[in-house]
């Protein structure tokens, strides 16, 4: 199991204290990771208080190394402020940067040439939901955003449904279910054996009440937390739910 918490733009200095705590209650849990992911500007000191208790991981991440890419940050500095993974494709970025599947999939590799494990975020809109195309939403995004050699990295698939971030309205296990099952059937149809072992995590108001019920769905591979990541109380109570 893979939880994985991710701040996006919260968390000033005082969150350190979050991390704290957090590292402090983390109980020996041998086969489970667990993964902070900060605003970039907190990343040197949450590797400094996470120690190798915790992963930490960059939210996004430019596809090439260097250059003149005003506010962005690469893999490669990701990984040099001691960073081990990376999210990319976050419906965030999809939805206020503009990122396309494309470019989702260049920062995928861009994530693996820096030696980062790399969780891709996919998941259909409400809309698309209501329309009945969730399904073949979220084959294409698999399809046009995990590389071609993914089953040879570190990678994750997150699958987010969008109306189901930041609401407080989490998709029920029926919905996870089912989805999980068919993200597992197209890795599957993709990578053959390699496909099988590849983490799916659910993310959408993943919070200490629901975990547990989330968690042990089949085909749950651990869990992408927003908004219940901030407290390192709540994001204990979820850490402890995983079966
Ligand atoms: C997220 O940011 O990936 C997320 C799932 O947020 P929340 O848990 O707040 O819905």
């Known amino acids: 199991m893979l939880i994985a918490g991710n701040w996006k733009m919260n968390g000033l200095d005082a969150s350190l204290s979050e991390v704290r705590a957090l590292v ?11 993964v902070i992911c900060p605003p970039a500007t907190l990343l040197t000191r949450v590797v400094k208080e996470a ?5 930490v991981g960059g939210q996004d991440c430019h596809a090439k190394v260097s ?9 490669e500095m990701l990984k040099d402020a001691g ?12 939805q206020y940067h503009g990122e396309t599947d494309a470019v989702i999939a260049a920062k995928a590799e861009a994530g693996w040439r820096a030696g980062l494990g790399v969780m891709i975020c996919v998941g259909e809109l409400e809309a698309e939901r209501v329309a009945g195309k969730e399904y073949e939403v979220v084959s294409t995004q698999l399809a046009n955003s995990v590389p071609a050699d993914a089953a040879s990295h570190i990678v994750a698939i997150a699958y987010e449904p969008v109306w189901a971030i930041g609401t407080g309205r989490t998709a029920t296990a ?3 279910v089912k989805m999980h099952a068919h993200i597992r059937k197209e890795l599957v149809a993709r990578f053959g054996d390699a496909g099988a072992k590849i983490e799916i995590l659910y993310g959408g108001s ?27 109380a709540d994001f204990l109570t979820i850490v402890d739910a995983a079966p």
């Not at 983390?26 to 667990?34: N, T």
């Not at 960073?83 to 999809?94: K, N, P, Q, Y």
């Open 24 to 34: 402090a209650g983390l109980k020996a849990r041998p086969g489970l990771k667990v």
């Open 51 to 55: 120690g190798s208790a915790i992963g």
């Open 67 to 75: 250059g003149a890419f005003t506010g962005d940050i690469s893999a």
């Open 83 to 94: 960073a081990t993974w990376t999210i990319v494709g976050h419906s965030e970025r999809r």
């Open 174 to 176: 029926e919905d996870i």
């Open 206 to 232: 993943v919070n200490p009440k629901n975990a547990k019920e989330i968690l042990s769905q089949p085909e749950v591979g651990g869990a992408l937390v927003g908004g219940a990541s901030l407290k390192a």
